[in-house]
């Protein structure tokens, strides 16, 4: 009995062993890109404390969300999940910490306002992909026949709901436009653009995202028909999460500075260009919760 105890003991070490590796390597691949990014560790150090905070707040928020559509544990309570997502945001900031002091890009000579700045902005895309490392990376066999088995029966019932799969789409906006919107390209792309242009970015932006969602047959791709709910309509799903995502690209770069002192038409040209970011990740989101099917080719 102590025997076989002592094996489940080390097992359940094992499994835990696995996933922190797991957590710390999607976070790695998903945060990589803006680890290296020097207008990340630039506005870490001029950004309002405030801002910051803001943004760690959202981003938690949004961790909380997908962890709650999609599930770190098939069975996970509403205190697990909790506890999952201040896991991933903790486990986000201890990266972030640990890279760029081995970056070089935290000494003990700075002060502890820059090394928070740094190290919080760093932490939000290392997060997301910590929370991506469970139910997206996972080899089927890690996990026990019973939480597979729940698992595929929530993947016939349709995992996410309208609510979640927003909820979701504004998290892919976020980690994908945060890559983008600490750079100047966005402002000389968005101030330079007359609004012709600006329109047919829109016009596609919303196009190619109904097409990678509803009709790319991408696993997880949404089934084109109607739902019973106005949210479960493709055209409206794909205006709303367009929505989110304009509305992610302008907290972004009034975080980042990038509202003040310009027009009006400069911060709407701007966000429409950071939109683009914004609205395809909001799609590789809806696609991460899907149903885990793609939806069947008509005729098939």
Sequence with gaps: MVSRRGAQDRRSYGKSAQNLIRAVGAGLLIGLPLLFTQEIWARGFV????KILLLLVV???????????SGF????????????????????????????????????????????GK?????????????????????????DEDDVEEQEDLAGQGQA??????????????????????????????VGAPWPILLMVMAASLAITFALVFYAHFRGGRDPHPGDSPMDHPISET??????????????????????????????????????????????????????????????
């Design 119 to 143: 190290v919080s902005l760093e932490a939000i895309p290392v997060a997301f992909g910590a929370s991506l490392a469970r139910t997206q990376l996972a080899a089927p066999e890690d996990d």
């Design 239 to 300: 205006l709303a999460a367009y929505a989110i995502s304009l509305g992610v690209a302008l907290a972004l770069l009034w975080s980042f500075h990038r509202t003040e002192g310009v027009g009006l038409a400069a911060i709407l040209g701007m966000m429409i260009m950071l939109g683009v970011a914004g609205a395809l990740g909001a799609a590789v989101g809806r696609l991460l919760v899907g149903d885990g099917d793609a939806p069947e080719e008509e005729g098939s």
């Design 161 to 190: 709901g309208p609510a979640h799969r927003l909820f979701v789409a504004a998290g892919g906006a976020l980690l994908f436009a945060l890559n983008i919107a600490p750079t100047d390209e966005v402002v000389m792309l968005g």
């Design 59 to 69: 981003a938690f928020v949004v961790v909380l969300g997908y962890n709650a559509a």
């Design 73 to 116: 544990r098939a069975d996970s309570s509403r205190l697990e999940v909790l506890v999952d997502s201040i896991e991933a945001m903790g486990l986000g900031i201890l990266v972030s910490l640990v890279l760029l002091v081995l970056f070089g890009r935290i000494d003990a000579d700075m002060s502890l306002r820059e090394i928070a």
């Design 47 to 50: 950004l309002h404390p405030l």
